[in-house]
């Protein structure tokens, strides 16, 4: 039975939940259900806080995991990434007072707020950078305001809560995060089916199917709009100057496709939502 630890609240449970309904997998019904067992699909599912998640996982006491990838990094655990998941996306940036700060220089010995220490010591570690690290469990943002810090590094998606603190990023991106399935040390049987389920949903989520008739002699053109994943299909019709035409896209590109393709002389769009995939 493949044991997979899941993140019970936080930023990353709604969407990982979803994730893995539409895998097939079992939910829990009450949010205070910390196990869940679907025998059905061999597996067990254990909702802990996402922070714990790599620990659980790199020591082997768990199998596989869904966490964020700087809660695995900030982990220092054995865990390793298996397959990015692409929701949770964010980066991880040094932030202070608008105009104070430029480059990593400026942070030489002054203090850092995070949440998470070791990714940013580590990062400074590298480049040769002595910080006074303060450990704060969230809202980071506030830290420099209320003086326990004079700079902070923290995550940031919309920068909506920097800007309302009069905070500015500066320097590169320290990571590129989102969510993403973690494995540990020991071979875990039934994680390749869990891989796969995983990237169906993401593909059923990213692509729909559009359908449209055309005349036979736009086939070359219309291909150079979308293409699909491997090449559409080609499916002869009644009327023998036109063909019928399937094609995978990207959901957000839907309209763009349709205009171009019915400017081309296609007709009969229709797009519908994949519900499983399996590539
Ligand atoms: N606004 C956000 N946009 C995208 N990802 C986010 C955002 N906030 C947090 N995350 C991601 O969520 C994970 C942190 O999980 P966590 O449960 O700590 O989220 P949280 O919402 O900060 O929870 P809490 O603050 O209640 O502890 C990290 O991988 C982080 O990158
Ligand atoms: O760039 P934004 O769109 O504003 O999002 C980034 C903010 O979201 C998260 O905060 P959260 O609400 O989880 O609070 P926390 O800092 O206490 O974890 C994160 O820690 C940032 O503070
Ligand atoms: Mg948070």
């Given at each position: 039975m493949l044991r997979i630890a899941v993140p019970n609240k936080g930023a990353l449970a709604e969407t990982a939940a979803e994730y893995l309904k539409e895998a097939g997998y079992n939910g829990r019904r009450d949010p205070k259900e910390l196990i869940v067992s679907d025998p059905k699909n061999d597996v067990e599912f254990?909702?802990?806080?996402?922070?714990?998640?790599?620990?659980?996982?790199?020591?082997?006491?768990?199998?596989?995991?869904?966490?964020?990838?700087?809660?695995?990094?900030?982990?220092?655990?054995?865990?390793?990434?298996?397959?990015?998941?692409?929701?949770?996306?964010?980066?991880?940036?040094?932030?202070?007072?608008?105009?104070?700060?430029?480059?990593?220089?400026?942070?030489?010995?002054?203090?850092?707020?995070?949440?998470?220490?070791?990714?940013?010591?580590?990062?400074?570690?590298?480049?040769?950078?002595?910080?006074?690290?303060?450990?704060?469990?969230?809202?980071?943002?506030?830290?420099?305001?209320?003086?326990?810090?004079?700079?902070?590094?923290?995550?940031?998606?919309?920068?909506?809560?920097?800007?309302?603190?009069?905070?500015?990023?500066?320097?590169?991106?320290?990571?590129?995060?989102?969510?993403?399935?973690?494995?540990?040390?020991?071979?875990?049987?039934?994680?390749?089916t869990l891989h796969r389920r995983l990237e169906g949903v993401m593909v059923a989520r990213r692509y729909v199917l559009m359908d449209y008739d055309l005349p036979s002699e736009l086939i070359e053109q219309a291909t150079a709009i979308a293409s699909g994943m491997e090449s559409p299909t080609i499916s002869p019709t009644r009327d023998a100057a036109w063909v019928a035409v399937r094609v995978m896209i990207p959901r957000e590109e839907i309209n763009h496709i349709m205009d171009a393709l019915y400017e081309l002389g296609a007709r009969a769009i229709l797009v519908t939502p994949i519900h499983a995939a399996r590539l």
């Open positions: 254990f909702y802990l806080r996402p922070r714990d998640i790599a620990t659980y996982v790199g020591s082997g006491a768990l199998d596989v995991g869904i966490t964020g990838r700087d809660l695995l990094i900030d982990s220092g655990s054995d865990a390793h990434e298996d397959e990015p998941l692409g929701f949770a996306v964010s980066t991880f940036r040094f932030a202070g007072p608008a105009g104070q700060f430029a480059a990593l220089d400026d942070l030489r010995g002054k203090r850092l707020a995070t949440s998470y220490p070791v990714l940013v010591g580590g990062y400074l570690a590298e480049r040769g950078i002595d910080v006074h690290l303060v450990k704060l469990d969230g809202a980071v943002e506030s830290a420099i305001r209320l003086g326990v810090a004079d700079v902070i590094a923290d995550v940031v998606e919309t920068g909506t809560t920097l800007r309302k603190q009069g905070l500015e990023i500066f320097g590169e991106p320290i990571l590129r995060s989102e969510a993403v399935l973690i494995a540990g040390p020991n071979e875990a049987p039934g994680l390749d």
